[in-house]
């Protein structure tokens, strides 16, 4: 297994169109995480899954945010009318269910650019 | 709710000098606390976690911290700084017990190495 696998790296796109990210998270791991970091700050939590359940969404998940993680494995996080406010690193990370094991595995990242 | 203070959004150290990191916590419930890497455009690394199996945490790379209840405290130290620890260091926190729950981070910290 090589970790957590994030797609796109990067994408620039201009603004008003929508965009999608997709998570494949470690194979064994049933929890799945995403978090939005920008430029000089931690990341914040934005929404996490138990398998194929969505536990928790963040206020910073506005309408225009949707994360979807069909048959609990892989995830998109799809992002519609983007603003130039959404500019960012959106971070994905996985973790296995259970309160002996803290581990939670993060992807490389992908930047979003809205011009 | 559970929040960490990072105080120092920038430190300087020259190599071979002693690396403080200070982390600060706030929490009603016992915690679980982190420290973790990131290097440019990259993901997020950890260095090491505190699960309460034991105050003082070593971990990767020649770093430790130690857990200090009694002053809400969880500082990352290195004895002796190497020029490829430059990267931003950010302490995070998840309530013990429950599981992989999300982690809340802080502003991070900038390490600079001076040669």
């Known amino acids: 297994d090589t970790g957590v696998s994030q797609d796109p790296r990067h994408k620039i796109t201009k603004r008003g169109q929508n965009v999608t990210f997709r998570c494949d998270p470690i194979?064994?791991?049933?929890?799945l995480y995403w978090y939005r970091q920008t430029l000089g700050q931690g990341p914040e939590f934005l929404t996490y899954?138990?398998?194929?359940?969505?536990?928790?969404k963040s206020r910073l998940l506005s309408d225009r945010f949707s994360a979807e993680r069909p048959k609990g494995s892989f995830s998109t996080l799809e992002i519609q009318r983007t603003e130039q406010g959404d500019s960012a690193m959106y971070l994905c990370?996985?973790?296995?269910?259970?309160?002996?094991?803290?581990?939670?595995?993060f992807g490389s990242g992908t930047r979003l650019t809205v011009v | 709710a559970q929040s960490v203070t990072q105080l120092g959004s920038h430190v300087s150290v020259s190599e071979g000098a002693l690396v403080l990191l200070r982390c600060n916590y706030s929490?009603?419930?016992?915690?679980?606390l982190f420290w973790y890497v990131q290097y440019p455009n990259q993901g997020l690394q950890l260095l090491l976690k505190?699960?309460?199996?034991?105050?003082l945490v070593k971990g990767i790379n020649g770093f430790e911290a130690e857990f200090k209840k009694s002053e809400t405290s969880f500082h990352l130290t290195k004895p002796s700084a190497h020029m490829s620890d430059a990267a931003e260091y950010f302490c995070?926190?998840?309530?013990?017990?429950?599981?992989?729950?999300?982690?809340?981070f802080g502003t991070g910290t900038r390490l600079t190495i001076i040669p």
């Open positions: 505190y699960t309460s199996a034991a105050t």
């Open positions: 899954f138990q398998n194929e359940a969505q536990l928790e």
């Open positions: 194979s064994e791991h049933n929890r």
């Open positions: 990370a996985s973790s296995p269910r259970g309160s002996e094991n803290y581990g939670y595995t």
């Open positions: 929490s009603s419930v016992p915690p679980y």
């Open positions: 995070a926190t998840t309530r013990a017990g429950f599981g992989n729950e999300k982690l809340t």
